[in-house]
C-alpha cells in the first residue's frame, strides 16, 4: 500500500525528490518558526515535586524496556544504576506522599527486571554468543541488582502474589497523563501514512479541507513543508487528470519568502505588545519582578517596629536572634553581615554605649570570617579589607575605653553592657589570628610571580600596625600569658626579615644603643622566656631568634642559643609547624657558618637537610611528586596547607651549593689522606654520588649547571690545582646563581677563595708526601700564593694532629718527611691482610655458633679441636703412638 504522501507514478516521485532538494538550502524552516511562537504563547505549566520525580522515574524504565528489548545489556547496567540514583532522589518526596511505600510501578519495574536477568542468566548458549561487553555488563547487572533487590524482597513477594493489579490511582492518573503527552508528542502515526481505501475520493478531499481550515493558523509547518495536500492527492489519482506541468513542478513557490517574513514580522509584533504589556503592568498594578534562583523573594526583617523601645536589651536580644542563625542550613550569610551592620547604626544613633558598640562590632567580624565556608579556601579579597578595616575599628574603641574589659573568661550572665565598669565577652587574640592566618592563605592563594602577589603583600603592613595596637592594648590591660601570644605574633613577622642597620650593629659598626630589630627580638624573645608558661610559645621564640641572629651574623650567639636550649633532643616531639620552623632555623645557622668560615660546623647544620634530597618538602616549600602513592589526598592537602609564603622562601639552589662546596673542602683532603685506606668512612653521600655519576659519563664536557661546576672545581682540588678550582667556583656564572645572593657577597668570595687555597694545600700534601724527602715552606708560600706564616699555621697543625709524618726545620724553613708512610703496593699489601683477617675471624664466629659441624656430629667442634691443639701437634701425637706400639710388639 503507497503511502498518500508519495506519488503513485515516477513523476510524482521524482516530484516530491525535487521538492526536498530545492527547499533544503532556506535555513530555517518555517515550523521552527511557528514552534518557538507556539511556545512564547504556552503558559509556564507548575508541576509538584513528586509528578517530576516521578516522570524521572518512568522516563528511566522506558529506556530500560528499550534495551531489554534488543538486548543491549552494558545500556541496561548504566540505566538501571541511573535508575537507583533517581529513586534516591525520589526517597522524599515517597517519603511524605506515599507515607514510605514503594510506588508499584517501581516495583513492577524491578521483577520485570528480575526475569529478564534470569532468563538470559540461563540461557548459556545465548551468554556465549554475547558481546565482550554485554557479557561484562550483564553480570555487572546480575551482581548490582542482587544486592540492591534486598531491601525490596517483601515488596516484589507481595507483587507477584497479584501482578496483574492496577498501580495506585494517583500513578493511573500520571501513566494516563504521560499516555497522552505521549500521543501529543508523536507527530506521525505509522497510520497517516497510509491510504484509507475505504473511504471514496471526494469524501477524503472533504475532510481534508475541514481539517486544514480549522487549524489553518497552528498548523502553517505542515502547509509549508509539505506543500498543498490536496494538489498532492489530486496528481496521485488514479485517473491522472490535474497533472500539473513540468515546469510548475520544479519551480520554487514564491509563497515561502513571503510566510518566513510574515512569521518573523508577527514574532516581533508580538515581542513587542508583550513589553508594553509588562511596563503596563509594572506601573497599574506595581508587581515586582522576581529574579532567576529562588522562588520567593526574601523580605528583609524589621530591626525593630515603630513604637518598640530602643535600648541595649532589646538591641542585645536582636543580635542574639540574629547570630543563632550562625552556622544553619540556608543562612543568608550576606544578610546576616547587612543586619549586622543596621544593629550597629541604630545602636549608635540612639547612643547605647560602648560595650552594645564592641560587642555588635565583634559579631560582625566573626560573621565575616563565616562567610567562608570552607577552611583550607582564602578569603574574597573585598570581605579581606572589609575584615581588616573592622578590626581596626575595634581596637580603636577598646584603647578608647579603658574601663571596658574584653576577654574569654567573663561569661555571658557576667556581661555588663549598660553599666560601668563595661564587661564583654569575646577574645581579640583570636580575632587577629584568624586574620593572620587569612593572610597567610590569601598570600599562598596567588602566583608567587605575579603582580598581584605583591599587591597582597602590601597588605603586611596594615596587618603588623594592628598587631602593634593589639600589642599596646595587652601591655596596659591584658595578662602575661596573652601578652606573650601577642608577642610571638609580632616576632613571627618581624624573624625573617634582613635588616642592614642591624646587620651593622652586629659587625659593631653601629653602637649598641640604636634601637634595631635585634634589639626588638630581643625583647620580645625574653619576655616570652620568663613569662611564658607553654613550652610551644617558648620553642617557637628560640627558634625565632635564633633565625633572626644567624639571618645579621650574629654566629656565635646564635649558636651557643642553640645549644643551650637543647632543641635537638625534643624537637620530634613538637607540632609539625615547629618542626618546619626548626629545619628552617638550621638552615639559616648552617648558612651563617659558611659565611663565617666555619665550614665544618656548616656542613653538619645543613647535612640532615640535604642528605636526603627532600629539602623542599623539609623548608615546607614545595610538594616532591608523589612515589608510588605515598600519601593520600587528604595528607596532601594537609601537607599544602602548612606551606610558607613564597617571600620567606630560602633559595635552595644556594643552600645546595653551599652544602656542596662544604662537603668538597672537608671530602677531598681526606679522601687524599687515607686513599689506600679500606676501613674509609664517607662524609658527604651526596657529594659521593654527584663525583660518581661524574666518572661515569664517557664524555664530560665544560661544566653548566651548579652541581658541574662542584665537581669540576672537586677534580681540580684533587689534583692540587687550585686556581682552576677556584676560577671554576668563582665565576660570573656562579656569581649570579649563588654567590651574588648573599649579604656582602664580596666578603664571601674572598672567604671561599682562601678556603679553596688552604684545603688544596693541604691536598697537596696528603697527594705527593711520599714523593718528597723534604719540601721547603717558601716554596709551598708562593705555589699556593699564601702566607708564610699561613703555611707553617697549617703544616704545624697537620704535624700536631698526626697527618702527616713530618717535622719542621726551622733554620732551613723546610718540612723534612719522615717517610713512615707506606707504600702503594705495601697499602695493598695491609688491605689484603685486613680483609683475611675479617674473613677468619667471621668463619670462627660462625663455627662457634654451630658446635654440631663435627666429624659424625658428636661432641667437640671447632673450639675443642683448636684446644687440643692444631694439626701438626695431634699428628706428631699420633707418630709417637704408633712408634710406642711397634717397640712394644719387639719386645
Known sequence: MTSRFFMSDSESESESSEEEIIREPAGLSAAAYAFSEDEEDTKRIVRSAKQKRYEELKAIIKKIKNHKRVKDMSACFTSF??????????????????????????????????????????????????????????????????????DYDADL????????????????????????????????????????????????????????????????????????????????SDDGGGILSLREKFLKKSTDKDDDAATKKKKKLHRSTKKIEEESDDDDAGWQKVKKGSSMPMEKPKMFGKDDEINVNAVHKKLNEIMAARGKKGTDRKEQIELLHELLNVARENNLGPAIYIKVQFSIIMSIYDYNPSVSDPMKVEFWEKVLLKIDELLDMLIAEPDLSIGEHITEEAESLEKMPYKVRGCVLTIVDRMDEEFIKLLKACDAHSNEYIVRLRDEIRVCAIIDKLLKYEEENGVPSDICRVYLRKIEHLYYKYEPRAAKQAMDELPITEDTSLCEMDKLCKYIYVRDNTDRLRTRAVLCHIYHMSLHDKWYEARDLMLMAHLQETIQHSDLPTQILYNRTMVQLGLCAFRHGNIKESHNALLDIQSGGRAKELLAQGLLPQRQHERTTEQEKQEKQRQIPFHQHINLEMLECVYLVSAMLIEIPYMAAHEFDARRRMISKSFHHQLKNSERQ????????????????????????????????????????????????????????LKIQEESLRTYLFTYSHVYDSISLIKLSEMFELPHSTVHAIISKMITNEEIMASLDEPTSCLVMHRTEPSSLQSLSLQLADKLYNLVENNERILDQKPFFTRGMQGGGYRDRREKGNWSDRRDRRDNQDHRGRRGDRD
Not at 84 to 104: D, I, N, S
Not at 189 to 199: A, C, E
Not at 712 to 740: E, F, H, I, T, Y
Request: proline content about 4%; overall charge negative; hydrophobic content about 30%.
Open 81 to 150: 544504576e541511573e535508575l537507583t540514583r533517581a529513586y534516591a532522589k525520589a526517597l522524599p518526596v515517597v517519603q511524605k506522599e506515599e507515607g514510605g511505600k514503594t510506588p508499584r510501578f517501581y516495583i513492577r519495574c524491578l521483577s520485570e527486571l528480575d526475569e529478564f536477568i534470569r532468563a538470559s542468566w540461563e540461557d548459556k548458549a545465548g551468554r556465549r554468543n554475547m558481546s565482550k561487553n554485554n557479557a561484562k555488563g550483564l553480570t555487572s547487572l546480575r551482581q548490582k541488582f542482587r544486592k540492591y533487590a534486598r
Open 157 to 236: 513477594a507481595l507483587f507477584r502474589e497479584n501482578p496483574d493489579a492496577p498501580d495506585s490511582d494517583a500513578e493511573v492518573e500520571m501513566a494516563d497523563q504521560d499516555e497522552d503527552s505521549d500521543s501529543d508528542n508523536d507527530l506521525m502515526d505509522p497510520s497517516d501514512f497510509k491510504k484509507d481505501s475505504s473511504l471514496p475520493r471526494a469524501t477524503k478531499k472533504f475532510v481534508k479541507t475541514s481539517v486544514e481550515d480549522e487549524e489553518d493558523d497552528d498548523d502553517d509547518d505542515d502547509s509549508i513543508d509539505w506543500g498543498n495536500d490536496t494538489e498532492d492527492e489530486t496528481s496521485s
Open 698 to 753: 664517557s664524555l664530560v664536557g665544560p661544566p653548566e649547571s651548579m652541581r658541574e661546576h662542584v665537581v669540576a672545581a672537586s677534580k681540580a682540588m684533587r689534583n692540587g690545582n687550585w686556581k682552576q678550582c677556584r676560577n671554576l667556583l668563582l665565576n660570573d656564572k656562579m656569581n649570579a646563581k649563588v654567590w651574588d645572593l648573599f649579604h656582602e657577597a664580596d666578603r664571601v668570595r674572598k672567604m671561599l677563595g
